[in-house]
């Protein structure tokens, strides 16, 4: 919720139902003790009866519960969480990643640079609930979505939520949503059964949303083993904390996707949907975008043709980086086919896959890929170098890299790193942290598409002309790539010139 969003607009948004406010604040209706997303059906309260909340948690902290009727749990997260580069965005994302269940507050604190004490005071300032208070109801959403979309029993339900015991899971659910977990799971509407042994998951985001660009850039990059893309899907394995896990990303109906997942651990769930909202750019607000870039003549037929484009997001942010290395000066068909050979040789084999065609290797560790990367990759020795030492100081946590790293401070980290220039540092930050406004210049593709829709194609003069889109060059890129993906020749070629 900005700060320069004004209550009289808050209201008017609530006084229409606007949906694309959901997930963007809560109203707390003091009358009656409870609180809504922007949409909820029910009579709109009194202006001197409501307060506007940025969180959930901030509600939940002030004395209210969430509405049985409009659920606003259910909503898609806040799109300010991925704007945001300061430390309540960048605590937004960690937590949303787990990082509490796994590392508590310290670990939390520590990642961001602060003490535990100093960072609860500024959530509290900033968001009205501190750090504990925002991981306990992320747990309560993840609990939610567990008892309508799943026939998993109560117990699995709050483990996997990141509860530490069923009662304090029971117990929230009653405070936060008013209804016992029994209670919660027979609202839901319908239910279809999942494959046996897997977990389906209901993904909402806001529209409009352009699935099948995206999952035709899922697909073109998907590597054999470890991926596997189609026009409406999109699956991949993944190493996690508890082990290695198996997800499916698909197309469904209404303003949602569907999320699938086996998992050696079912604590892993809530950092799984993390990573697929994040990777599939679903907390975007594409009424905003659209509507800035629609400003720019020159992009505006664009907007028009393809609107709610996002800007694919990475599951894991060490594997982005050794992707990116590999990916420079060189096409994207090229890339995919260094990274295939490092997974078929370095690649750990699991039995996770979701069925019997799907992958089963995870893309090799950093360990794996420092001392075994010179034999297999293949391209210029300094490269190749380059690539083996940053590995190295992946596993050995000399570098770091996560969706709560700051923009600028990550940029500075990569560039140190010996062959990272900025298209490398730019594109990683573009999909690691989700930084809205990152563009390329030095990518071949980009010039190449702003040519087609006659921009200038010089790096300096485009640079100077992107300024106008600002702060959302990063998805003015992704227009710009996905003009060249549209063209007969097909091919999009990546890298600085």
Not at 83 to 93: K, Q, T
Not at 207 to 212: F, H, K, R, S, T
Not at 288 to 298: K, T
Not at 463 to 489: D, G, K, N, Q
Request: hydrophobic share 45%; proline share 7%; aromatic share 6%.
């Amino acid at each position: 919720m900005s700060p320069n969003v004004t209550f009289d607009e808050r209201y008017r948004a609530i006084s229409a139902r606007d949906v694309r406010f959901d997930g963007q604040f809560v109203t707390a209706v003091h009358t009656t003790g409870i609180y809504c997303r922007p949409s909820c059906p029910a009579r709109t309260p009194k202006p001197q009866n409501v307060s506007f909340y940025p969180t959930s948690a901030a509600a939940h902290e002030a004395g209210f519960r969430a509405c049985k009727r409009c659920l606003p749990e259910a909503a898609p997260g806040s799109p300010e969480w991925d704007l945001r580069g300061d430390v309540a965005g960048r605590a937004m994302r960690l937590i949303a990643d787990g990082v509490i269940e796994r590392e508590g507050v310290p670990g939390l604190a520590a990642r961001l640079g602060y003490s535990a004490r100093h960072l609860t005071r500024v959530l509290a300032e900033q968001l009205g609930a501190g750090p504990l208070a925002l991981a306990r109801a992320h747990r309560a959403h993840t609990a939610r979505m567990l008892l309508v979309g799943t026939d998993l029993p109560s117990a699995d339900v709050a483990f996997s939520a990141g509860f530490a015991s069923v009662r304090q899971f029971n117990d929230t659910v009653r405070e936060v949503f008013g209804m016992t977990p029994t209670e919660l799971r027979a609202r839901r509407r319908t239910h279809e059964l999942a494959e046996p042994g897997a977990i389906e998951l209901l993904l909402p985001y806001r529209e409009p949303y352009d699935p099948a660009g995206t999952f035709v850039w899922m697909r073109e990059r998907a590597l054999p083993g470890s991926e596997f893309g189609t026009d409406t899907s999109f699956e991949r394995t993944l190493l996690l904390p508890g082990g290695p896990v198996w997800f499916r990303v698909a197309i469904a109906d209404g303003a949602r996707l569907r999320l699938s997942a086996r998992l050696t651990s079912l604590g892993d769930l809530p950092t799984v949907v993390a990573r697929a909202r994040r990777m599939f750019d679903l907390d975007a607000d594409p009424a905003a975008v659209d509507e800035a870039l629609r400003a720019a003549p020159e992009l505006a037929s664009r907007v028009h043709a393809v609107p709610g484009i996002r800007v694919p997001g990475t599951a894991d942010p060490a594997e982005m980086l050794i992707r990116a290395m590999v990916g420079q000066q060189i096409s994207v068909a090229a890339a995919r086919t260094h990274l295939t050979r490092l997974v078929a040789e370095l690649g750990e084999r699991t039995d996770v896959s979701g069925h019997a065609d799907g992958p089963t290797l995870l893309f090799p560790t950093p360990a794996a890929i420092a001392e075994h990367g010179a034999e297999i990759l293949r391209g210029p020795q300094a490269r190749i170098r380059a690539i083996v030492q940053a590995a190295a100081a992946l596993a050995s946590g000399e570098l770091s890299l996560s969706s709560g790293d700051d923009s600028a401070d990550l940029r500075e980290r990569l560039l140190a790193l010996r062959g990272v220039g900025p298209w490398t540092a730019g594109y990683v930050r573009m999909r690691v942290v989700g930084d809205p406004d990152v563009f390329l210049p030095g990518d071949v593709a980009v010039r190449q598409g702003a040519a087609r829709i006659g921009l200038p194609a010089e790096p300096a003069e485009l640079t100077a002309w992107m300024r106008r889109v600002a702060p959302w060059r990063s998805y003015a890129t992704a227009h710009l790539w996905r003009v060249l993906s549209e063209t007969p020749e097909g091919v999009v070629s990546k890298g600085e010139s």
